[in-house]
C-alpha cells in the first residue's frame, strides 16, 4: 500500500497515486479534499515505499516503522502532539517505537514528519502497512 503514497517536494500532505497519465501522474490528496490533480515529471515524487530510517546496524524501511508505531499505539493516532513536542520529547518517542535508531542520522524534523504522515494515513484509512506479497506487483507500476 505504501507504493501508492507519495510524497511531493514542496507540497504539504501525501497523495495517493491513482493512475498514470501523459507524461503526468494523476494523484489524489490524502485529505477530507480528496482533490485530484496531474503531477508533472518536474516535480520531485518519492514513494513512501522507498523510504527508511536508519537504524544502528542497517536501514529499517519505513512500512516497518509505520508497523512498530501500530503495535505500540493501535490502529489510533499518535496520543500526543508531536508538533509541539521537544527534541527530546521526540527523541524519546521514537526510541520507545524504534530503540537502536542512528541518533546522529535521524533528526527530530524526521521525527516530526513521520508522525504526522502515520497520522494523516491512520484518520483517512490509508492504514494497510502489510508487506506486499511475493510475486505481486504494485498497482501503478502496471504498464
Known amino acids: 500500500m505504501l507504493n501508492e503514497i507519495l510524497t511531493i517536494s514542496g507540497k504539504p500532505g501525501l497523495y495517493k497515486l491513482l493512475t ?9 490528496n490524502i485529505d477530507e479534499s480528496r482533490k485530484r490533480f496531474p503531477i508533472q515529471g518536474t516535480d520531485k515524487v518519492v514513494s513512501l515505499g522507498d523510504i527508511s530510517i536508519f537504524t544502528d546496524e542497517k536501514e ?4 516497518e516503522v509505520f508497523v512498530a508505531i501500530e503495535e505500540k499505539l ?3 493516532e499518535i496520543e500526543f502532539n508531536w508538533k ?6 521526540l527523541l524519546d518517542f521514537f526510541a520507545d517505537i524504534v530503540p ?3 541518533r546522529d542520522r535521524v533528526y527530530p524534523s524526521h521525527i516530526r514528519k513521520i508522525a504526522g504522515w502515520y497520522d494523516l494515513l491512520v484518520k483517512y ?11 505481486e506487483e504494485p498497482s ?4
Do not use: H
Not at 498514470?20 to 489524489?28: Q, T
Not at 529499517?60 to 512500512?63: E, T, V
Not at 509541539?84 to 520529547?89: E, G, R
Not at 484509512?125 to 506479497?133: A, T, V
Open 74 to 76: 493501535g490502529k489510533k
Open 84 to 89: 509541539k513536542a521537544s527534541n527530546t520529547q
Open 100 to 102: 537502536d535508531f542512528d
Open 140 to 143: 501503478e507500476k502496471a504498464e
Open 20 to 28: 498514470r497519465g501523459r507524461g503526468a501522474l494523476i494523484v489524489e
Open 60 to 63: 529499517m524501511p519505513l512500512r
Open 125 to 135: 484509512g490509508e492504514n494497510d502497512f502489510s508487506e506486499p506479497k511475493a510475486g
